[in-house]
Nanobody, 115 residues
Framework: QVQVVESGGGLVQPGGSLRLACQSS????????MAWYRQAPGKGRVVAAL???????TYHDSVKGRFTISRDNAKDTLYLQMNSLKPDDTAMYYC?????????WGQGTQVTVSS
């Protein structure tokens, strides 16, 4: 069974930065558009950013100019650099393909932005 492990979350003050990473035990990234999803308390899961196999990113309006998604296809690793963090960015962050494979959801990594 493919495992996906997200890491890099934590507690950070407004204006701070975090870098998330996502690695899979199988080659679920191969040939697929990948995405970072986030789910805030009491809300549904939404796409924060996605990236094609060729490296073209797309961002949710709420994170444009602050987040950068990247991928290392050779390492099957997905990254999310998050700068100028705001309290509204507080959420559990997950990675998966886009559209998502239902069997490939990991445990996520919690990001909390608070002073």
């Amino acid at each position: 069974q493919v495992q996906v492990v997200e890491s890099g979350g934590g507690l950070v003050q407004p204006g701070g930065s975090l870098r998330l990473a996502c690695q899979s035990s199988g080659r679920i990234f191969s040939g697929k558009t990948m995405a970072w999803y986030r789910q805030a308390p009491g809300k549904g899961r939404v796409v924060a950013a996605l990236i094609t196999t060729g490296g073209t990113p797309t961002y949710h309006d709420s994170v444009k100019g602050r987040f950068t998604i990247s991928r290392d296809n050779a390492k099957d690793t997905l990254y999310l650099q998050m700068n100028s963090l705001k309290p509204d960015d507080t959420a559990m962050y997950y990675c998966n393909s886009f559209p998502p494979e239902q069997t490939s959801w990991g445990q996520g990594t919690q990001v909390t932005v608070s002073s």
